[in-house]
């Protein structure tokens, strides 16, 4: 079903949504370029926007992927529903919680909500190789990123 979501994306955005994980060793800042694109064709065409997300709610019913989940993500940020952003950018890092793109893109979405939330991404922006390492094998949520953060030695 994948194909499927990817298709769709590549036809109605005219690129391939190219989702790769930005792993510790890689060393590098960010990989995946989806939501820099997404954001340049919905500022020319803002009516895109609407389109998106229709074709989410369809794509997450056909594909729970950790793609799926980081478009569901970049579409409601562009969107300024950061809660709802926070809620598919958790979802990514659950199907790939070494993703370090997924850790900076669930920060910024909380960066931009109430104050525990924008501190709590400050903390994941200067900490999230740890993140990355003490929740490799827990799933993700708030709490428990609070949590591990807070017994950091």
């Not at 194909?3 to 792993?23: C, M, Q, S, W, Y």
């Not at 960010?30 to 998106?52: G, Q």
């Not at 999230?128 to 799933?139: E, G, H, M, P």
Request: glycine share 2%; proline share 1%; charged share 30%.
């Amino acid at each position: 079903m994948l194909k499927k979501v990817e298709d769709d994306f590549t036809a109605i955005l005219g690129f391939k949504p190219l989702h790769r994980a930005n792993k510790l060793n890689d060393f590098s800042v960010r990989k995946d370029v989806i939501f820099t694109l997404l954001a340049e064709k919905i500022f020319d065409n803002p009516r895109l926007l609407d389109l998106l997300l229709k074709k989410i709610k369809y794509w997450l019913v056909v594909e729970k992927s950790e793609l799926t989940y980081a478009i569901a993500g970049y579409v409601y940020y562009i969107k300024e529903d950061f809660t709802q952003a926070e809620k598919y950018f958790l979802k990514a890092l659950n199907k790939n919680r070494q993703n370090l793109d997924n850790w900076f893109d669930l920060a910024f979405s909380l960066y931009h909500q109430e104050d525990g939330k924008h501190k709590l991404a400050k903390i994941i922006l200067f900490n999230f190789d740890y993140c990355a390492k003490k929740l490799k094998n827990a799933t993700v949520n708030l709490k428990r990123i609070e949590k591990a953060l807070n017994s950091r030695v």
